[in-house]
């Protein structure tokens, strides 16, 4: 698979997580892009972009993002933004949060 089949908002959301993860010490471990019929969903096959960091999981969908941290997740559908521009804000924003607070608690776990 050619990495033309990603969207625009696939790879510009890429680019906002990994850049964040660098940040934060805690490199994008393993890429993959997945091509399948999700059930329920859409009959067509779809794409998606799945980035792993340690426990951290982030699926990257043609206009849609979920991540998932440990027995946390988080699920960012178009229909709620006024566009992906929006939808990738509102995901990072919550993801740093997240990320944020599980460092906060393993420094005071290892104090």
Known sequence: MSETDLTDFQ?????AVSSFLQERQRPV????I????IPFYSRDPQTALRLTSGDLQVLLFD?????SIGDRSSSFE?????STNDLLAAM????????????RSKDRKSK
């Open 92 to 103: 990072m924003n919550k993801l740093r949060s997240e990320i944020s607070a599980a460092s």
């Open 11 to 15: 790879e510009s959301a890429e680019r």
């Open 29 to 32: 471990e393993r890429r993959e």
């Open 78 to 82: 178009r229909e709620d933004f006024n």
């Open 63 to 67: 206009d849609e993002a979920s991540y």
């Open 34 to 37: 997945l091509r399948g019929t």
